[in-house]
């Protein structure tokens, strides 16, 4: 039974929980209503996650999720009352009004062009270039007031940003990365990435993934890392192999990644708004958007360089650790600008 499930999936539906049980309580506070998880998931044996609650989360994350992640989210709620009753407690994700939920979703989602599935917005270089700058610009103001804390916050976060994207990590990949997990490539200005988990990583090996110090473009994982590391040397401190650590203690580990992820909506956005960024009410960005920007940018610097066709197909499942090509064409998103220029020479 352990072999049947991957660590990483087991990861992925706790973290999709996570989600649901955030979205429900979101919705309680809304109608001045406390629920717990423990209303939510009930321990008695027998009992189901209520159906209003699965309604109500599907009819919020519409508006906020990809379907991939709502119905991943479902799948989570399954495997739940799957294990709590054996096989033998009915789950409420395949009562008819949820599944008749689920196809109004789909349909709402897929009025994209080609009929691509609504998915996180993809973080492009350029955007990553100015959150970068706005970062650093946040760092030397919390250095120059003595608030070495804050300065750690916002240099750990950019670490988490750039890596991200280059290696077009998942968030729980990320997450289990540390200081010694990043060594020097075989080509120079390189480093090789070892994913230690990741969700089709069945067999817990752990996957090198060689990325560029420095682009040609100004994004530099090394320069990130040294940004870090003066700023603990700044406060005195000494993290050991912890990469991403708690920002009042950089030697602990972060219990959850939620907070980094949250603070690129909560904090750098609005701080990039103030110098001109102009945000539509639809703008969203999630921790998939850095995956997703990675492996666009990867594409499109493909391309660039001639690699086309199946070897390009390759390159991109290997890179993303894809086992379905369908996930990776989730993730891709042309340039519908380009397309339309190249009928114009037809």
């Known amino acids: 039974m352990a072999q049947a499930q991957a660590a990483g999936t087991d990861a992925t539906y706790a973290s999709s929980r996570r989600r649901f049980i955030g979205v429900v309580q979101d919705i309680g506070r809304e ?85 691509v599935q609504k998915a996180a917005l993809a973080i492009h270089p350029a955007m990553l270039l100015l959150l970068v700058f706005v970062g650093d610009t946040m760092i030397d103001e919390a250095l120059a007031r003595s608030d070495f804390r804050a300065a750690h916050g916002y240099a750990r976060d950019l670490v988490w940003y750039t ?82 650590g708690n920002m009042n203690d950089p030697s602990s580990p972060l219990a959850s990644s939620q907070s980094i992820v949250d603070r690129l909506m909560t904090v750098y956005v ?34 660039a360089a001639g690699v086309t066709g199946e070897q390009l197909r390759s390159i991109l499942m290997k890179f993303g650790r894809w086992v379905d090509p369908r996930s990776l064409e989730v993730y891709l998103a042309e340039d519908y600008i380009a397309m339309g220029e190249l009928t114009q020479r037809i």
């Open 31 to 115: 109608s001045e209503v406390s629920i717990t998880e423990a209303h939510i998931f009930p321990s008695a044996a027998g009992q189901a996650v209520p159906k209003a609650f699965i309604l109500g989360f599907i009819a919020a994350a519409a508006f906020r999720f990809a379907t991939g992640t709502i119905e991943g989210t479902l799948s989570s709620l399954r495997q739940w009352h799957l294990n709590k009753g054996r096989g033998r407690l009915p789950s409420p994700t395949d009562d008819f009004d949820v599944r008749q939920a689920m196809e109004g979703v789909r349909s709402a989602h897929a009025g994209t062009i080609f009929s």
């Open 163 to 244: 890596v991200s994207f280059l290696a077009c990590l998942r968030r729980e990949e990320a997450a289990a990365l540390r200081r010694s997990d990043l060594t020097p490539g075989v080509i120079r200005g390189a480093i090789n990435i070892f994913i230690r988990k990741s969700k089709t990583d069945q067999y817990k090996t752990g996957f090198t993934l060689p990325v560029a110090g420095t682009t040609n473009s100004g994004i530099s994982l090394i320069d990130r890392i040294i940004k870090l590391d003066a700023v603990l040397k700044a406060w005195g401190r000494q993290p050991g192999d912890v990469l991403f």
């Open 270 to 303: 609005p701080e990039m708004c103030k110098r001109g960024l102009q945000v539509p009410v639809s703008f969203h960005y999630s921790g998939h958007s850095f995956r997703r920007g990675g492996i666009n940018a990867i594409r499109d610097a493909a391309r």
